[in-house]
C-alpha cells in the first residue's frame, strides 16, 4: 500500500507515480513558483502593451515591498520600443539634441618627410641617423673620425666613479665587489667596526703623461687611509700604476693574500 502525500488518497501498486503526474502536476507547478516568489521577492505585473504577465523583483522596506527606479514598464523590449512617448518628452529630446555643437572637422597634418642619409662613401643607405655620415665599414677607414670616437668614449670611462674591474661579481650588505678578498676585508672592518666607504677615484699619470683612475677598494674614514686588496698577478702586471701610487700617495696600502688578516690591517689603524 502507498499513500498520496499531497491528497492521502492510497493505492496499490505502481499506480501512486502516475496518479501526481495528472492530478497533482499543476498544483507543484504553482507552489513551486509560490515558494520562489516569496524567496526573491518577485511580484506579476501586466504589460500595458500586449498584456502580457511578467515577474518584477522588489525591495522590502519596512514590511512594504517598493519598486526599484530601473524596474521595467513592458514584457519585452519590442513593446518597449512601440510605444507612444508624451510631448514633454519628445520636446526635451528634441531641445537636448538641437544644443549639441557640431563637432569641428579634424585637420590632417601632413606627414613628415624622413630624410634618408646615404654614406659618403660608398653611397649606402643608413638606417638612423649619425653624426659622421658613413656606415660602419666605411667609418673605420677614417683615422681623424676614429680617434676622435675613441677619445670621447675613454673621457666617459674615466668619469666613472666605478668601474667594474672583474667578470665576477660579489655582492655584500648591498655593496659590489669584484672578489672574495675585498669581502673578507669589509667582513674584517664591520667586525671592528670600522667606519669604511668605496672612495672615488683617485688621479695617476703614466710614462707618457696620460691621466688615468686608479679605483681603491676601501677609504676608512676616521683614518684617512686606503686599503686595496690584490692578488700577485695584478701586482705584477699593474707594476707602473702602483709604483706611481705608492710615490704620490702614503696613505694607500696594496693588500696580497698574507695581509689580508685581521692582525695586520689594526696595526696600520695604530698610532
Not at 530601473?70 to 510605444?83: I, M, T, V
Not at 649606402?124 to 673605420?140: D, E, P, S, T, V
Amino acid at each position: 500500500m502507498s499513500k498520496c502525500s499531497i491528497c492521502g488518497k492510497e493505492f496499490n501498486g505502481k499506480g501512486m507515480g502516475g496518479h501526481v503526474a495528472a492530478v497533482h502536476s499543476l498544483e507543484r507547478k504553482i507552489n513551486a513558483q509560490i515558494t520562489r516568489a516569496k524567496k526573491y521577492n518577485l511580484f506579476l505585473k501586466t504589460c500595458p502593451k500586449c498584456g502580457k504577465k511578467f515577474e518584477v523583483k522588489r525591495i522590502n522596506r519596512n514590511g512594504e515591498y517598493v519598486a526599484l527606479r530601473n524596474e521595467r514598464e513592458y514584457d519585452s523590449r519590442s513593446c518597449a520600443n512601440g510605444h507612444e512617448h508624451s510631448e514633454q518628452w519628445n520636446k526635451n529630446i528634441s531641445n537636448g539634441l538641437g544644443g549639441r555643437k557640431p563637432k569641428p572637422p579634424k585637420i590632417l597634418e601632413p606627414k613628415k618627410v624622413k630624410i634618408k642619409e646615404i654614406c659618403k662613401t660608398c653611397s649606402k643607405q643608413l638606417g638612423k641617423r649619425n653624426a659622421n655620415h658613413y656606415c660602419k665599414i666605411c667609418i673605420l677607414k677614417q683615422p681623424i673620425i676614429m680617434y676622435d670616437i675613441g677619445k670621447k668614449i675613454s673621457q666617459k670611462v674615466r668619469a666613472l666613479t666605478y668601474r667594474r674591474k672583474c667578470k665576477s661579481t660579489v655582492y655584500y650588505n648591498g655593496f659590489r665587489f669584484d672578489s672574495k678578498w675585498e669581502v673578507s676585508v669589509a667582513k674584517i672592518l664591520d667586525k671592528n667596526k670600522i667606519g669604511w666607504i668605496q672612495p672615488k677615484p683617485l688621479k695617476w699619470v703614466d710614462k707618457i703623461g696620460k691621466d688615468h683612475n686608479y679605483f681603491s677598494d676601501f677609504y676608512l674614514t676616521d683614518y684617512d687611509i686606503y686599503l686595496d686588496p690584490k692578488n700577485d698577478y695584478c701586482i705584477k702586471a699593474q707594476e707602473e700604476k702602483l709604483n706611481y701610487i705608492n710615490n704620490h700617495y702614503p696613505n694607500v696600502h696594496i693588500l696580497n693574500e698574507q695581509k689580508i688578516n685581521e692582525v695586520y690591517i689594526l696595526s696600520l689603524l695604530a698610532p
